[in-house]
């Protein structure tokens, strides 16, 4: 086994890598551009020219090398292999077989990218110390993972971690992106924090500072009015709040993780966000007291590279 490993995070417009000691200290960390052209032909060859770069600057050996970890930005089968990645171009490829392949057979392990970023969350980030946790990142949509026993729980078909995707409102009649109707991915992510903003506005005649920012408004004018007491802005994070909590409690009777790790973009709000999370998952969830607590992300952008170097530590 060697002393050293690599994470990579390939996204839609720049793949992140990062050289790791095994015992999570991060070493260095670059990126390079995602050429998408091609069916995303290029992706890997590109990983793979800029991993030996960096490995003869640093005078280390490829047989040095614990294995290279790939977070992908879709459905992973157990083999490794993706059917689908929309926004790399990828069709029925097996990127972890053919980036081991380039790099002379090194161990290559790939997996979904957001189950990628909650095991590096649980590696050395907001759940360190714990060996069960879910992740949900709340961006321009709603992603997460699940650990168990510090291992991805990918499930038979590649769909588990999906919480976005979770069914939570009944009464709502717009499709998602997913083409359900009444996803949690359609309230809690930024973009659907700004389109709640919006009906909100549409609906009451509420003074409120997000009038200025109109149809403009962002999660982010949002959350920074709903901190300084505007009362719509409130209205519409209780909404919100209550949504991810009812999945939380959802998931909570569902695997009984430690923890719940919220990260993404809009958990930036701290623990203002934690605090209207918690009061109605601990409301959804009367059965116990004794049960998984909700904090932060902790590692941000670089939750990838770290998930993605510790899943070929075993």
């Not at 097996?94 to 990628?116: G, H, I």
């Not at 359609?186 to 549409?202: D, K, Y």
Request: charge should be negative; hydrophobic fraction near 40%; glycine fraction near 14%.
């Amino acid at each position: 086994m060697g002393r050293k490993c690599i994470g990579v995070d390939v996204g839609g417009t720049s793949i992140k890598l990062g050289l790791f000691e095994t015992d999570g200290k991060l070493l260095f960390k670059w990126e390079i551009p995602t050429r998408k052209e091609d069916g995303g032909r290029y992706i890997l060859e590109d990983v793979e020219v800029s991993i030996r770069e960096l490995l003869r600057e640093r005078q280390i050996r490829l047989s040095e090398l614990a294995g290279v970890g790939l977070g992908v930005p879709g459905p992973v089968m157990p083999d490794g292999s993706v059917e689908v990645c929309v926004n790399l171009g990828w069709k029925n490829v097996n990127p972890q077989r053919e980036l081991s392949e380039l790099l002379d057979n090194v161990p290559v392990k790939a997996a979904n990218d957001a189950n990628v970023a909650a095991l590096g969350e649980m590696w050395q980030g907001g759940g360190m110390g714990f060996t069960d946790i879910i992740m949900v990142t709340l961006g321009t949509g709603v992603g997460g993972g699940v650990i168990i026993n510090e291992k991805i729980v990918d499930g038979r078909h590649g769909l588990a971690g999906e919480i976005g995707h979770m069914h939570v409102r009944d009464e709502e009649t717009e499709h998602c992106n997913c083409g359900g109707i009444g996803c949690l991915e359609q309230v809690a992510s930024a973009t659907g924090i700004a389109r709640e903003a919006r009906r909100r506005m549409a609906a009451v005649d509420m003074d409120s500072v997000l009038r200025a920012a109109g149809d403009q408004v962002t999660a982010k004018d949002v959350l920074d009015a709903a901190k300084a007491g505007d009362a719509l802005a409130l209205d519409v994070m209780e909404t919100v709040g209550r949504y991810l909590g009812l999945a939380l409690s959802h998931l909570a009777v569902t695997t009984d993780p430690q923890m719940f790790v919220i990260g993404g973009g809009v958990s930036r709000a701290g623990q203002f966000l934690i605090d209207v999370i918690y009061k109605y998952y601990d409301y959804y969830t009367p059965i116990s007291k004794n049960k998984g607590i909700v904090g932060l992300a902790k590692l941000g952008n670089d939750a990838g590279i770290y998930g993605a170097a510790r899943m070929v530590l075993g």
